[in-house]
């Protein structure tokens, strides 16, 4: 039966009947479309509601007398091996992804490796740029003192064979 069905049968609206069923928590089979599918020992469980319903208890304090004729029927054989298969297939992807997961971490770790390395090479360059900069000015700078040193001496040599020359 579906919704509409029982609500007629029970006497009460199909929302109604929704409600119940969601806030009792009662177990209730699914058609391929999502659709209630009640069977008869479900009915006379919504019943049973309707019944403590009419004597004043409320919603939150009914008790379900839950069979396990009620919770077979509720899930049929060919819905629980659907089910089973979805569960499984879902499982599946879960591995794939979290072996997905493991191989991008390892590539980002590797990545961050390589990254860090190329930092440190381009780090080792600069310094090496530098070094070869200082080479080159303090090359300059013994050639400059080298000129400097010949031409301070020459005006000395000039003036010391000036002073060999005045006997």
Partial sequence: MNTNEVAKEIGVSSKTIQRWVKQLNIPVARNELGHYEFHEDIVQLLKEVKHQMSEGVILQDIQLPIHKETVRQSAPAAQTDVSIQRIEALEKQVKELIQQL??????????????????????DEG?????????????????????????????????????NRTP
């Fill in 102 to 123: 493991l191989h991008v971490n390892d590539a980002e770790d590797r990545l961050q490796e390589l990254e860090r390395k190329l930092a440190k090479k381009k780090a």
């Fill in 127 to 163: 310094v090496s740029y530098q070094l070869l900069q200082h080479r080159r000015e303090i090359e300059d700078l013994s050639t400059k003192f080298d000129r400097l040193t010949a031409t301070l001496k020459q005006p000395s040599q000039v003036e010391e064979k000036k002073g």
